[in-house]
Structure formats: structure tokens, C-alpha cells
């Protein structure tokens, strides 16, 4: 790997984790996905195909991998970048790549406590400008403070891991056998199991469980790739969940008459961006997305409060607090402060406690479904209608992934940040009861069981090589005659449930890659597998 | 088998225990949210849970709001303090699994003297605010609540910090005694 190959791979790190338009942005859904980074890193190192190829890969350990909260129990994205860039400039196979990516993955995730820990120590540069009254310059505070130790935190780690971390892992390569090589493709052609299995945890429930064996079914014996699957299922989907056309229409609101609007449309919008950017910016474990809150309700406050000190310092005081929620589902309560700080600023009495009794009451519930929503279903959804392109090498599917995604994700957004602002709490709680979210999620979820299933049929791979001698000329193949006659892809199917069935005990998703381990180890050595 | 705590018997943790089946006891000022949803109700198998705060028992809209956040398949309770120990110290139901909420320790405190056996608490979120300093990561607690989880591990509860079940749990009694 050269220098510059090594700066960019690092440069490309730091995106994914990065508030940046094309990074993080959106819940982390887009570079920070190996399979959207795999494209990024192939290009970097002349390869795109196999980047591409591999990062889909990679993603598939990681599709049921959820952050909710602050907690963060690994980093698909470390994982992604420095684990392709490392296998490409080593020439691994796309499988023995995946059981390189593992352990990357766990030592990303102590960035993240890293980041939350660091970020802290900016909060009292916070209270200092709010002491100020100085809306204007949160965003020193929210993004040029905390992005320069992002930046220390992913850059330098990850440049030293890809310029030395290639030389070193190409030279224990050339060291070792061919029957290591072996073990290493046999752990990588088994690890999707536990990735899929963590997703499964999710959705795998109820009337849904079938359709994961339609789509393992459909897949095994007609080999459909993920995208006709999708396809396929969501027609089933639609037809089983019996979606109706009052559960799209916009919930009535709380307000009798029309409020007289004295904010500016584009402060409006302002705080909006301010807020889908760089919500998570300056996350940490003192006030979580307090910092960004502030730094989103800073173009309201500027606007309404302009020319008073006073008035100004307890707005940025009360936007200020704990705050942690669901960026996208959160956008409806930027409508709703920003809302209630307009009608402060026309003369109502609103009371500080009512600020933060909302704002905390919202907060939780918000979070509940944004999370069970985005994370759980819809962004792992997104990705998995296009994996298997991309696992084929297929350069454009991660592009299209993302466009898809962006557009489900802001329009969701701006939607809700207009019924705050416009409809108010009682319109919240109304679109939460009618179950409309909740139905989206069983629909996604009948549709992602039956994808997963076929990712197990075409991407876990797990053969036996016994061969029992019947006369001195033939000799019956246990995988060939045996398993593939009762079903292609058997083995991979029970791999997967068994994973399953141990995460669901409770067992951690890296005890069960240990045990994966094993098994490919004893197997190759034992010349099972 | 007699309960050692006061006023009740204890659960045995077996079918037809005398207290209601609590798989996971969490103190965590954000109720529902993310980690509830996306991962305790999963590894828990939960059927119901319970809130127990006198503030959000009798504020409708809040009510309201945590239970439209979870499916239709998870009962959700938001009751007084009083009214949610009564309703855990009845006999265990057939196949029912409660998760059981607290915004801060001291209505784990509460329920706890009022005869409810935890034998586990799991500390998640507490934020921070007017009187609360850091104590670990994502949890601020004041002087009277640090003394307050130091007495519930004095009467026999185990208090551990975890955000979720996917992340180790770290037994928080030295820290505990740190911050007194």
C-alpha cells in the first residue's frame, strides 16, 4: 500500500464516522456501511470490484448490528475500511477477508467510548457560550471542536493499521500453508451466519418466521438474488400486512385556529439541517445530543430572540439539557420547541419546565420506534435489497443503496418536523397510536426474513468433504449425494438457525464466532470441512 | 421457601413462583427507548412490562406515549409505586416475563422495601441534571442517589451498569463506595 493510498483509506475512516454529508449522516447509514465504504476503499486501491465485492461481504456480519442509545458493542466501520484495504492490498480471497474484518470491528468500538469520553470535556465551551448568549458560535463547539478529535481519534489509528498493517499481513501470509488459507475462507464462508442470525433476533418472530424459509427455499433451488426476492416478498408483504389509506393520513391537529408564524421558514429549515448533520456531532456521555440540540435550535433562537441577551441565554440554556433520542423520528420534536419557542417569543408563558418535560417525555418513546424503525428494519432493509448485487461485484448497487435510503430517510424527516412544528404533541401521539410505524415494521420485517433467508442460501457457505468408500470404484460424496440432494445449501440453513438459537440464549454474538472458529479449524485440520 | 426481605415471599425463580416473574429490573430515566426496544425485549422474551414512577402514572399524555411505543404483543403498565409493588407481589402467571422500569433508585428503593425481591438491578441511563454529577459513562446520580443504590446493595441487590445485553456488565459496588 503507498503512502497516499494509506492516508486516503484513513481520510475515508474518518467519514464514515463523521457528521459529513456523505458520511454518517442519517444514523450512520452510508459510508459508515462496509458495503458503501468497499466501493469507496476499491477505489482507492485500483480494485473496485473486489472492494466492492468485499465490503458487501464484510456488511453481511454486520447487517443485524445495532447502536441504540450510546452503546456500541463494535464498529462495522473500521471493520469495513481497513478490513477491505488490508485484503486487497494483501490479495485474500473475499472469504478469509471477512476473519480479518472481526477483530477490526471490536477495536473500533473503542473509539466510539473514546469519542463520548473526549467529547465531555467540551461541555463546559458550551455553557461558556451559553453564558454569552452567543447562538452564533455553537458550532464551534458542536462541530469544529469535536470533529478535530474525531478526526485524531480515527485518522491516525487507521493510517498506521493500513500502511503497516498491510505489509505485515501480506508477509504472515506468505509465511503460512495453504491448509491455513483453508481455515481462514472456511471460518469466512461461515461468519455471515451469525451477522444474519443477530438480524433474525429482531424480526424472526410470529407469522415472519416462515418467510425466511420461502426465502431460503426460493433461493436454494432457483438461485434469485436478493433484489427479486425483495421484490417477491414485498408484494406478500403489502398483501399480509392490509395496509389501508387512512393509515397515511396526516393526524388531525391539536390547535384550534392557525398560529400567526413569526419565525422565518428558513430559520425553520436551518435548525432542521442543523439537526439531521450534526445531531450526533459532539455525542457524549455528559448530555448525549444536548450539544447538538443546542446547536440545532441556534437559527430559531438567533431569529426570535435577536437583540435580547437575556431572553436569548435562557433559550440556549433550556435547548441545552440531556437530550438523546432518533434523529430522523426526533425532527418532530424540532418542530415542536421551535414551535413552542415561537409562541414564547409572541408573548405566551411557557414555562422552562415544559420545555424539558416534553422534550423528555418525547424523548424515550421517540427512540423506541425510531430505532426498532431505522436500525432494526429499514436501513438493514435497504442494504439487503441490494447486497447480493454488490457481493456479485456489481459497482453501482451500494450507490443505489444510498440514494434509496436518502430519500426514505429525509422525506420521513421533513415529514415529521412539519407535524411538530405545525400539529403538535397531540398529533405526535396520535400518528404513534394509530400503529401505522408498527405495521411498516411487521411489513419489513415479513420482507427481511424472507431476504435473510436467501442470503443463506447464496453467501453461508459450509460443506462437508467426507467420502464413504461403497465398492473399490465408487465412493458416495455425504455433501454431494447426500446433503445437496435433500436441499442445496442444508448445512448453511441449520449453521444459521443454530447461531440463532444461541444468541437468542443469551449468548454473545463473539462467543459465537469463537465457536465458529473452532468448528473450521478442528473440521479443516480433521478434513471434515 | 420464606422470603428474606419483609412482607413477602421470595421468588424462587420456578413456575408458580409467589411474586410476579421479573426478568429484568433497570433503572433508566429514559423509560422505552432504543435499547429497551431494540434489544432487552428481544433477549428478555418479555411479555409485559411495568413503569413505576407517581409522576408518570398520573400524567395521561406520557402514559399514552409509552405505550403506543411498543408492540401489540408487549402489556404495558405505567403505575404509581404503591400500586405497581401490589401488582408484583401477586402470584406469578403462566408464561408472563415483566420487564421492570424505574427512572432513578429510588423507587427501586421503594418497591424494594415494600417487599418486591431483586436480586439483580441493571443500571442503564440516568442524565444529567441540577445536583447530579458523573458517575459512570452515561450516568449522573447524585450524593442521596449514590446512598441510596449503596443501601440496595446493602439489603442483598446486586446493582450492574449495562446499556445493553450484548455489552459486559460491570458490577458497580466499587464504584459505589468511590462516590460516597
Known amino acids: ?529 | 421457601m420464606r422470603c428474606r426481605s419483609r412482607g413477602g415471599i421470595m421468588n424462587d425463580g420456578k413456575e408458580g413462583g409467589c411474586m410476579r416473574k421479573v426478568v429484568l429490573a433497570r433503572i433508566d430515566d429514559r423509560l422505552i427507548h432504543g435499547q429497551i426496544m431494540t434489544a432487552w425485549l428481544q433477549t428478555t422474551a418479555a411479555t409485559r412490562i411495568i413503569i413505576a414512577d407517581d409522576k408518570v402514572a398520573s400524567d395521561n399524555f406520557e402514559c399514552r406515549l409509552l405505550k403506543a411505543t411498543v408492540p401489540a404483543d408487549v402489556k404495558v403498565d405505567v403505575l404509581k409505586v404503591d400500586a405497581a409493588a401490589a401488582e408484583l407481589l401477586q402470584p406469578e402467571a403462566q408464561g408472563e416475563r415483566i420487564i421492570l422500569l424505574t427512572k432513578c433508585p429510588e423507587t427501586m428503593e421503594a418497591l424494594i422495601e415494600k417487599g418486591v425481591t431483586l436480586p439483580e438491578i441493571i443500571l442503564g441511563n440516568m442524565g444529567i441534571r441540577q445536583g447530579r454529577e458523573r458517575f459512570n459513562r452515561n450516568v449522573s446520580a447524585s450524593p442521596e442517589e449514590i446512598a441510596t443504590m449503596s443501601r440496595i446493595i446493602e439489603a442483598g441487590s446486586e446493582i450492574y451498569y449495562q446499556m445493553v445485553p450484548k455489552e459486559e456488565r460491570v458490577n458497580i459496588r466499587k464504584l459505589v463506595e468511590k462516590g460516597r
Open chain 1, 1 to 529: 500500500m503507498t503512502l497516499i493510498q494509506a492516508v486516503l483509506v484513513a481520510l475515508t475512516y474518518y467519514l464514515a464516522d463523521s457528521p459529513w454529508p456523505a458520511g454518517g449522516l442519517g444514523n450512520y447509514a452510508t459510508v459508515y456501511r462496509p458495503m458503501v465504504s468497499g466501493l469507496i476503499v476499491g477505489i482507492i486501491m485500483g480494485d473496485v470490484r473486489t472492494g466492492v465485492m468485499i465490503g458487501a461481504k464484510i456488511n453481511m456480519i454486520y447487517i443485524g448490528f445495532i447502536s441504540a442509545g450510546g452503546a456500541m458493542p463494535a464498529d462495522m466501520s473500521l471493520a469495513g475500511v481497513l478490513g477491505t484495504a488490508l485484503a486487497i492490498s494483501a490479495h485474500i480471497d473475499v472469504d478469509a477477508a471477512l476473519t480479518l474484518a472481526v477483530p477490526l470491528g471490536l477495536l473500533g468500538s473503542l473509539v466510539w467510548v473514546g469519542h463520548l469520553t473526549l467529547d465531555s470535556l467540551l461541555v463546559p465551551v458550551a455553557d461558556k457560550y451559553i453564558k454569552e448568549g452567543k447562538p452564533e458560535k455553537v458550532w464551534i463547539v458542536n462541530i469544529l471542536l469535536p470533529q478535530l478529535i474525531l478526526f485524531a481519534e480515527t485518522f491516525i489509528p487507521c493510517f498506521f493499521g493500513a500502511y503497516y498493517g498491510s505489509a505485515a499481513v501480506g508477509a504472515v501470509l506468505e509465511k503460512l500453508s495453504g491448509t491455513f488459507l483453508t481455515i481462514l475462507a472456511t471460518i469466512g464462508g461461515m461468519l455471515p451466519a451469525v451477522g444474519i442470525a443477530m438480524m433474525l433476533l429482531s424480526i424472526f418472530k410470529g407469522k415472519a418466521k416462515i418467510y425466511f424459509f420461502l426465502g431460503f427455499l426460493v433461493s436454494a433451488f432457483f438461485g434469485l438474488g436478493s433484489l427479486p426476492i425483495a421484490m417477491i416478498f414485498l408484494c406478500v408483504a403489502l398483501l399480509t400486512c392490509d395496509f389501508k389509506k387512512e393509515d397515511f393520513a396526516a393526524p388531525k391537529s391539536d390547535k384550534d385556529d392557525k398560529p400567526q408564524h413569526i419565525l422565518s421558514k428558513k430559520a425553520l429549515n436551518k435548525a432542521w439541517w442543523n439537526w439531521m448533520y450534526y445531531f450526533q456531532s459532539c455525542y457524549n456521555y455528559e448530555r448525549m445530543q444536548g450539544i447538538g440540540f443546542l446547536h440545532a435550535m441556534s437559527p430559531v433562537i438567533e431569529d426570535l430572540y435577536k437583540g435580547k441577551p437575556e431572553e436569548t441565554k435562557a433559550a440556549m440554556q433550556r435547548s441545552s439539557e440531556f437530550f438523546n433520542t432518533e434523529n430522523a423520528t426526533g425532527s418532530c420534536v424540532i418542530g415542536l420547541v421551535a414551535a413552542m419557542e415561537e409562541q414564547k417569543a409572541g408573548g405566551a408563558d411557557i414555562k422552562d419546565e415544559a420545555f424539558t418535560s416534553i422534550k423528555t417525555g418525547l424523548m424515550g418513546p421517540l427512540a423506541g420506534i425510531g430505532d426498532t424503525l431505522w436500525q432494526t428494519v429499514m436501513i438493514p432493509m435497504c442494504i439487503l435489497l441490494f447486497i447480493s448485487m454488490a457481493a456479485e461485484g456489481n459497482v453501482i448497487a451500494p450507490i443505489l443503496y444510498a440514494v434509496v435510503f436518502y430519500a426514505l430517510y429525509y422525506a420521513f424527516g421533513y415529514w415529521l418536523l412539519k407535524l411538530g412544528y405545525e400539529k403538535g404533541s397531540e398529533a405526535i401521539l396520535t400518528l404513534m397510536e394509530s400503529g401505522v410505524i408498527n405495521k411498516v415494521i411487521t411489513a419489513a420485517g415479513i420482507l427481511g426474513c424472507a431476504v435473510l433467508g436467501s442470503l443463506v442460501a447464496k453467501y453461508v457457505s459450509l460443506s462437508i468433504s467426507i467420502t464413504i468408500k461403497e465398492t473399490a470404484d465408487t465412493a458416495l460424496n455425504l455433501q454431494k449425494d447426500f446433503f445437496d440432494a435433500i436441499c442445496p445449501g442444508l448445512l448453511p440453513l441449520l449453521l444459521t438457525l443454530g447461531c440463532y438459537r444461541l444468541l437468542k440464549k443469551g449468548m454473545k454474538s463473539y462467543t459465537v464466532m469463537l465457536i465458529i472458529i473452532g468448528i473450521a479449524v478442528i473440521g479443516v485440520l480433521c478434513h471434515i470441512l
